[in-house]
């Protein structure tokens, strides 16, 4: 079994096996290797809107000798597939925009997906708001540090929960635990809002206004 990054390992822990799963984005396919050695029930489809990205894909599973056991698509998103093809989605090291363009553009291709497995280090808030508001709930959410860069990753399920805005913003489960890795990230992100607002001039009202919210949560966090 090829060796994961920390970051792709704890991705990985996070989908459950005998799944018809989609690795989005999946660039190198090394999730999509793993998963598909990890589990010969696994279906895995890996895809890339990128061709040059897609063709190492192809190379890895070719080298991997997983050709009959991993389907490579190109193409952008939920696109590629029809919705009885897929019962998990993986959307891992995109921006926040994108991810939840992919998933809310594409609504209808979730109709069996019971699981969405999401790394970004981009707008969480966003992520979970979005994500939430189409029928999934927060079933669990792991920091991990990989050469020095804290990365979140969320795992959703279908149903519903209610959250507050810290919630949404800080990750329920996360909060919960409230470990060292989470402060640091906390104090981080409070260093960051803190720049960010002293550079920000004229104009950017309701922008400032957030961060002045999640300044207040971060400080009182971090105390
Ligand atoms: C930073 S890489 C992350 C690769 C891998 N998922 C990981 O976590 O290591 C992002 C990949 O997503 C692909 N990508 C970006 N937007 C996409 C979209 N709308 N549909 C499919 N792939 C996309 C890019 O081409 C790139 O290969």
């Known amino acids: 079994m090829n060796k994961l990054s920390k970051r792709l390992e704890v991705i990985a822990s996070f989908v459950p096996d005998n799944k018809k799963i989609i690795d989005i984005g999946c660039d190198h396919a090394l999730l999509s290797i793993f998963l598909a050695e990890r589990c010969n029930k696994n279906k895995v489809i890996a895809s890339d809107i990128n061709a040059n990205a897609l063709n190492t894909a ?5 080298e991997a000798k997983l050709e009959d056991r991993i389907d490579t698509r190109l193409g952008n998103g939920l696109e590629v597939v029809n919705k009885d093809e897929i019962d998990t989605v993986i959307i891992s090291g995109m921006g926040a ?3 939840v363009g992919i998933l809310k ?10 699981d969405i497995i999401i790394q970004s280090n981009t707008d969480l808030y966003f992520i979970r708001k979005n994500i939430t508001i189409m ?3 927060i079933d669990n959410e792991k920091l991990v ?3 020095g860069i804290i990365y979140t990753v969320i795992r959703f399920k279908r149903g519903k929960k209610k959250y507050n805005y810290k919630e949404l913003y800080l990750g329920p489960i996360l909060l919960k635990n409230s470990d060292n ?3 640091e990230k906390c104090i981080k992100e409070l260093k960051t809002i803190k720049m960010i ?3 920000i001039k004229e104009g950017h009202f309701s922008y400032k206004i957030k961060l002045k ?4 949560i971060l400080e009182k966090m971090v105390d």
Do not use: M, Q, S
């Open 197 to 199: 607002l002293g550079n």
């Open 97 to 99: 925009n994108t991810i």
């Open 181 to 183: 890795l989470f402060r």
């Open 58 to 62: 192809i190379k890895n599973v070719k």
């Open 105 to 114: 553009y594409a609504k209808d291709k979730l109709t069996n997906v019971d």
């Open 135 to 137: 029928g999934y709930y």
């Open 145 to 147: 540090k990989d050469k």
């Open 213 to 216: 919210k999640n300044l207040k």
